[in-house]
């Protein structure tokens, strides 16, 4: 017995409510239906199903096996899905979405050397410093740095990335370091309306996270505008990691209450799960993950 065939057989009987509804399903015979039935019972030695002349209804075993056997006959069909999918040469349209700064950074060269790869794609790169919604506006591949909610998303983890205070070594040299969350209320600071929108920054508070309200003497919804003025010696400002590594490698920015951070945030390449994942957003991810794993490593702050 072909077992497979006869699960999916069995499953289809359930789901057509009839062995005539299963043979017309399969594009078989009633008696080929009625014979697979009666072997996988056999093969059990279970019933399965109780049948009468009018209808068919599930016994306890019937509804238990019904289930296993439906999952499993989906698992086999997304891994029989996920190899042609693989095989298949990406092509068509691709939108992806990432923040502004780290997809200038990381995610653009990503998607530039994909694309160079696969000259049947057409690419479209949307930088935005919000959360973004993918299946109401129409994307495909997402790279989101944050905890990702129970969602019908599908999360990729790629690595994390901190919440990290810095100043100018003039402006610190003009002020002092701050030794406390608390003692931000008697310095100036800049805020970054994409990783504050309120101007509350996170610290560590034990295991919990900690708000502190700040007054910003200047703040921009667009990091490098925030940057710029943090470099300047306008004040204190929280950025995340990867933002900042380049500034202070170079001296330019100096990070201060490093003890206060909040754990880190992941960084993941999301897409929406559906269950026929196509060959463009498969090629992408699978080519887009390791390489952000690598530049997260190489750029982070620790």
Same mark, same amino acid.
């Not at 499953?11 to 062995?19: A, F, H, N, P, Q």
């Not at 015979?29 to 009625?34: A, F, I, K, N, R």
């Not at 390449?269 to 530049?295: E, H, M, Q, W």
């Given at each position: 017995?072909?077992? #497979?065939?006869?699960?999916d057989?069995f499953?289809?009987?359930? @789901?057509?409510?009839? #062995?005539t509804? +299963?043979?017309?399903a399969?594009?078989t015979?009633?008696?080929?239906?009625?014979r697979?039935?009666?072997?996988l019972?056999a093969?059990?030695d279970?019933?399965l199903l109780?049948?009468?002349?009018?209808? #068919?209804?599930?016994?306890?075993?019937?509804?238990?096996?019904?289930?296993?056997a439906k999952?499993?006959?989906?698992?086999?069909?997304?891994?029989?899905?996920?190899l042609?999918?693989?095989r +298949?040469? *990406?092509?068509?349209?691709?939108?992806?979405? !990432?923040?502004?700064l780290?997809?200038?950074?990381h995610? !653009?060269p990503?998607?530039?050397d994909?694309?160079?790869r696969?000259? +049947?794609?057409?690419?479209? =790169?949307?930088l935005?410093?919000r959360?973004v919604?993918? =299946?109401?506006?129409?994307?495909? /591949?997402?790279?989101r740095?944050?905890a990702?909610?129970d969602?019908?998303?599908?999360?990729?983890?790629?690595?994390?990335?901190?919440r990290? /205070?810095?100043?100018?070594? !003039?402006?610190l040299?003009?002020?002092g370091l701050?030794?406390?969350p @608390?003692a931000?209320?008697?310095?100036?600071?800049v805020?970054?309306?994409?990783? +504050? *929108?309120?101007h @509350?920054?996170?610290?560590?508070?034990?295991?919990r996270?900690r708000?502190?309200?700040?007054?910003? !003497?200047?703040a921009?919804?667009?990091v490098?505008?925030?940057?710029?003025?943090c470099?300047?010696?306008?004040?204190?400002?929280?950025f995340?990691?990867?933002?900042?590594s380049?500034?202070?490698a170079?001296?330019?920015l100096?990070?201060?209450l490093a003890?206060?951070?909040?754990?880190a945030?992941p /960084?993941?390449?999301?897409?929406?799960?559906?269950?026929?994942?196509?060959?463009? /957003?498969?090629?992408?991810?699978?080519?887009?993950? *390791?390489?952000?794993?690598?530049?997260?490593a190489a750029?982070s702050?620790?």
């Open positions: 017995m072909d077992k #497979l065939r006869a699960m057989t499953v289809r009987i359930v @789901e057509g409510g009839s #062995l509804a +299963a043979a017309d399969l594009h015979s009633l008696p080929s239906v009625v697979q039935l009666a072997a019972e093969a059990l279970v019933r109780n049948r009468t002349t009018r209808r #068919l209804a599930l016994t306890d075993e019937g509804r238990e096996y019904y289930e296993h999952r499993l006959l989906a698992d086999v069909e997304d891994a029989e899905a996920a042609s999918a693989r +298949a040469e *990406p092509r068509g349209r691709l939108r992806v979405t !990432a923040s502004v780290f997809g200038r950074l995610v !653009a990503a998607l530039n994909f694309c160079a696969h000259p +049947a794609v057409h690419a479209e =790169l949307i935005l410093d959360p919604d993918l =299946l109401e506006e129409g994307l495909d /591949v997402g790279v740095i944050a990702l909610p969602s019908s998303l599908v999360a990729v983890p790629v690595g994390s990335t901190r990290v /205070v810095c100043a100018s070594p !003039a402006y040299e003009r002020h701050p030794d406390s @608390e931000l209320a008697g310095h100036r600071c805020g970054f309306r994409g990783l +504050a *929108p309120d @509350e920054w996170q610290f560590a508070d034990g295991p996270i708000r502190v309200k700040v007054e910003p !003497a200047i921009s919804n667009q490098d505008v925030a940057l710029a003025a470099a300047d010696g306008l004040g204190l400002g929280q995340l990691c990867y933002q900042v380049a500034a202070i170079a001296g330019t100096v990070r201060v003890s206060h951070e909040p754990a945030v /960084v993941q390449v999301i897409y929406p799960g559906t269950r026929r994942l196509s060959a463009n /957003v498969r090629a992408l991810v699978d080519s887009l993950a *390791p390489r952000l794993r690598k530049s997260l750029g702050v620790q």
